[in-house]
């Protein structure tokens, strides 16, 4: 372990499959609220990115360090200096409770899930054009959209070079959050690629799916 890196325990989250190392960090934070700092080991970009983006959530500050193909992402509990005693009594929320306090202010949340990089099936190039006139058009639905979310082949719509790019990039821009599968970057090997969103997880789709009041699939 680096020197650098120091903290009451350790949360071992190598070799675990997408949302495996979210599951166990959010269970970690549950079940030990007395911890104020704790280190997660995670040995590929994906989980680092979820794992650094769940513990934010979760109102840490991070400390990041790699080691041959380990990261070690030493977490720390805001405001830690307090007296413990005042501490005590801090509830860690839970993913839905974050997000549902991020939202109170937002009348309809609609969710945008893409599956692959065309819309609809048959011609490719056609399915290019339909896709981006689609994404040029999801700024009509204003501020019930509340998130995309990509899936499978979806993911190459991030990465550079591709013409989606600039449409998201609008629609990020317009506070839309956009979501890209980490498993799916690695599987087509472009994650260093993504120009736009946040590279997210199984857990994170499923929650967003549950907190939706509208779903668009393509």
Not at 55 to 84: H, R, S, V
Not at 110 to 130: A, C, M, P, Q
Not at 173 to 192: P, R
């Amino acid at each position: 372990m680096p020197q650098n890196i120091e903290s009451s325990a350790i949360l071992d989250c190598q070799n675990l499959n997408c949302p495996e190392p979210v599951i166990q960090c959010k269970k970690f934070c549950q079940n030990n609220k007395d911890i104020l700092c704790f280190t997660v080991l995670v040995n590929n970009a994906a989980s680092k990115e979820n794992v650094t983006r769940f513990l934010k959530t979760q109102n840490y500050d991070l400390k990041i360090t790699i080691e041959n193909t380990t990261w070690y992402i030493q977490a720390c509990k805001k405001g830690q200096e307090q007296p413990k005693s005042n501490q005590a009594n801090t509830d860690i929320l839970t993913e839905n409770q974050a997000e549902k306090k991020h939202l109170d202010f937002i009348r309809e949340k609609t969710v945008v899930l893409l599956s692959s990089e065309f819309f609809g099936s048959g011609d490719e190039i056609l399915g290019s054009k339909l896709m981006l006139n689609f994404l040029n058009t999801l700024p009509e639905l204003k501020d019930e959209l509340w998130r995309i979310i990509m899936l499978n082949s979806a993911v190459k719509l991030s990465s550079k070079n591709h013409q989606a790019v600039g449409a998201l990039k609008k629609l990020e821009d317009f506070g839309v959050e956009i979501l890209v599968c980490g498993t799916c970057l690695e599987f087509y090997n472009i994650l260093k690629d993504k120009q736009v969103g946040e590279t997210t997880n199984m857990l994170d789709v499923v929650t967003s799916l549950q907190l939706a009041d509208k779903l668009i699939q393509i």
